[in-house]
């Protein structure tokens, strides 16, 4: 998520209430996640664990509740809760505005672009030319939408990122400032859901077809041409790449690659990242051929269990 204009390290650091590390004027660009900041971004770490990671990363502004050494060309963000102020900038930069209307007076429509009675198209959103949007189809802020998407009743674009930190209290929640993006001739089943990013953004690329009851989790990227059945969930900074095929109820687990021209069979749980052009299967998930051997084994140990007891 990158500011309207570009912030001094001071100002910043005045929003937030912290005390900083380097020159008051050290330009500030925006904010992001680590596996999307570039440089002028602020990223936050809160847990030793991945102090070297922030700091090594491409962010040029890091937010860490431990004054350590800086690195050269680098600045610091000095916090008692970064993720409480990582919210406070979030919340600064890109506040939540009620909606007036059903369809948003800031709203962008292309051309013999169709909206049926009950949709709702909040504040800044883009939409192409010649799409159709059905009944009751919810498209949240921000979100850009390219020519010829089908969309169909029930599908909410732009919904919060399922991203909780647990504390004493229970769990509180990362803010989302980022957007939902669908490219050219995309086409989406009743009922799915495709959370925004948490800074960045959730991209559905050209002429991927989405069907009914599908969840894409935030900062998730899909690639061209893709088909996804019915009811698969895919987690959030997960990257499907071209052409892949997923059958119905797949799980997949968040920040995992797919490859290209993958095939993931119904009902598999995808834990790790899979390469491109083979077919998969199963939970874990795992080449076609070599889970279907697995299973044909396992089937054959009550028949060896016999023969050892009859030579007994």
Same mark, same amino acid.
């Given at each position: 998520?990158?500011?309207p204009?570009a ?14 590390v ?8 925006g904010m ?9 971004? =602020? ?5 030793p664990?991945?102090y070297d ?6 962010a040029?502004?890091i937010?860490?509740?431990?004054k350590?050494?800086?690195p ?8 008692d809760?970064?993720?409480?102020d990582?919210?406070i900038?979030?919340?600064y930069?890109k ?26 198209v909040?504040n800044?959103v ?19 939408i ?7 009743a029930g599908?909410?674009l732009?919904t ?17 400032g980022?957007?939902v ?9 009743s009922?799915?859901t ?16 989405i069907d ?9 990227? =899909? ?10 969930g ?17 799980g ?8 290209s ?5 119904a009902?598999?749980g995808v834990s790790k990242?899979?390469?491109?052009n083979?077919?998969y ?7 076609f051929r070599?889970?279907y051997k697995e ?9 060896l ?6 030579n007994?």
């Amino acid at each position: 998520m990158k500011f309207p204009q570009a912030h001094t390290l001071q100002q910043i650091a005045t929003i937030i209430s912290s005390e900083y590390v380097g020159d008051s004027n050290f330009l500030v660009l925006g904010m992001n996640e680590i596996h999307v900041v570039s440089s002028g971004d =602020i990223v936050f770490v809160d847990h030793p664990k991945y102090y070297d990671k922030a700091l090594q990363s491409a962010a040029t502004v890091i937010l860490i509740n431990k004054k350590v050494e800086c690195p050269e060309g680098k600045a610091l963000l000095i916090s008692d809760d970064p993720f409480r102020d990582f919210n406070i900038l979030t919340t600064y930069f890109k506040p939540f505005k009620k909606a007036d209307s059903l369809i948003s007076e800031t709203a962008k429509i292309g051309k013999n672009t169709i909206i049926q009675p009950g949709s709702f198209v909040g504040n800044n959103v883009k939409i192409g030319d010649n799409c159709c949007i059905h009944a009751n189809v919810s498209i949240y802020d921000n979100t850009i939408i390219g020519n010829n998407v089908t969309i169909h009743a029930g599908t909410v674009l732009g919904t919060d990122a399922f991203y909780y930190q647990k504390r004493p209290h229970g769990f509180d929640k990362l803010i989302s400032g980022g957007r939902v993006i669908i490219e050219d001739n995309v086409d989406f089943g009743s009922s799915c859901t495709i959370d925004k990013g948490v800074t960045g953004d959730t991209i559905i690329k050209e002429g991927t077809k989405i069907d009914n009851q599908v969840h894409v989790g935030h900062d998730t990227v =899909i690639g061209k041409k893709c088909l996804i059945a019915s009811q698969v969930g895919i987690s959030g900074c997960v990257v499907i790449e071209d052409e892949v095929t997923i059958w119905g109820q797949v799980g997949i687990t968040s920040a995992i690659t797919i490859g290209s021209k993958a095939i993931i069979s119904a009902q598999s749980g995808v834990s790790k990242s899979l390469e491109a052009n083979k077919s998969y299967f199963g939970t874990p998930a795992d080449d076609f051929r070599k889970k279907y051997k697995e299973i044909a084994a396992i089937r054959q140990i009550p028949d060896l269990i016999d023969k050892l007891k009859k030579n007994e």
